[in-house]
T-cell receptor
Framework: KAGVTQTPRYLIKTRGQQVTLSCSPI?????VSWYQQTPGQGLQFLFE???????NKGNFPGRFSGRQFSNSRSEMNVSTLELGDSALYLC?????????????FGEGSRLTVL | AQSVTQLGSHVSVSEGALVLLRCNYS??????LFWYVQYPNQGLQLLLK??????LVKGINGFEAEFKKSETSFHLTKPSAHMSDAAEYFC?????????????FGKGTMLLVSP
């Protein structure tokens, strides 16, 4: 099985712009979560989608949004970028038939905001 | 709310020495616990997980961890370090009330292995 695929791997934006990141989960996984990783704050949960519905949301401003499509692929969007949004954004998928909560992570999208 | 504390942002060992990475958790209900490893410019890879079965859990690459409820700990060990073990390690917890879908991570411990 192919793993979790995230695109793009690297991108550079300027303050005020917006960005969209994409995530394709492992085939058959219907739950997709997003995490932000920064040196200062570590790994922080952004949101989780299941069957096209946001199921959980972390403590991030409304500039951070996401969605999930019927094929379970997910996108996250950050509008009005700030310097502090520079981070590695990790997507993870989960087999909802599993009761153990194990997440499978992609390699991440590294966003640099100038 | 749950939390995870990893003692030591950096741990240095010599090749062949014992690896011990510490993780303590705080949770009002029985948790599921995980250790993930991250190599430079890569995502997170699951090393092992505790899901209320055996308290001593064996993972990949020779790592193991023991769940100790009385100490609220889930320390990661490996008898003999290898150069390829140099990476950042994250302990994480999830709870039933989140549908086991949300992981709370520790700050991570960077393992440095010297020859």
């Amino acid at each position: 099985k192919a793993g979790v695929t995230q695109t793009p791997r690297y991108l550079i934006k300027t303050r005020g712009q917006q960005v969209t990141l994409s995530c394709s989960p492992i085939s058959g996984h219907r739950s997709v979560s997003w995490y932000q990783q920064t040196p200062g704050q570590g790994l922080q949960f952004l949101f989780e989608y299941f069957s096209e519905t946001q199921r959980n949301k972390g403590n991030f401003p409304g500039r951070f949004s996401g969605r999930q499509f019927s094929n379970s692929r997910s996108e996250m969007n950050v509008s009005t970028l700030e310097l502090g949004d520079s981070a590695l954004y990790l997507c993870a998928s989960k087999d909802t038939g599993s009761s153990t909560g194990e997440l499978f992570f992609g390699e991440g999208s590294r966003l640099t905001v100038l | 709310a749950q939390s995870v504390t990893q003692l030591g942002s950096h741990v240095s060992v010599s090749e062949g020495a014992l690896v011990l990475l510490r993780c303590n958790y705080s949770s009002s209900v029985p948790p599921y616990l995980f250790w993930y490893v991250q190599y430079p410019n890569q995502g997170l890879q699951l090393l092992l997980k505790y899901t209320s079965a055996a308290t001593l859990v064996k993972g990949i690459n020779g790592f193991e961890a023991e769940f100790k409820k009385s100490e609220t700990s889930f320390h990661l060990t490996k008898p003999s370090a290898h150069m390829s073990d140099a990476a950042e390690y994250f302990c994480a917890v999830t709870l039933m009330n989140s549908g086991y879908s949300t992981l709370t991570f520790g700050k991570g411990t960077m393992l440095l292995v010297s020859p």
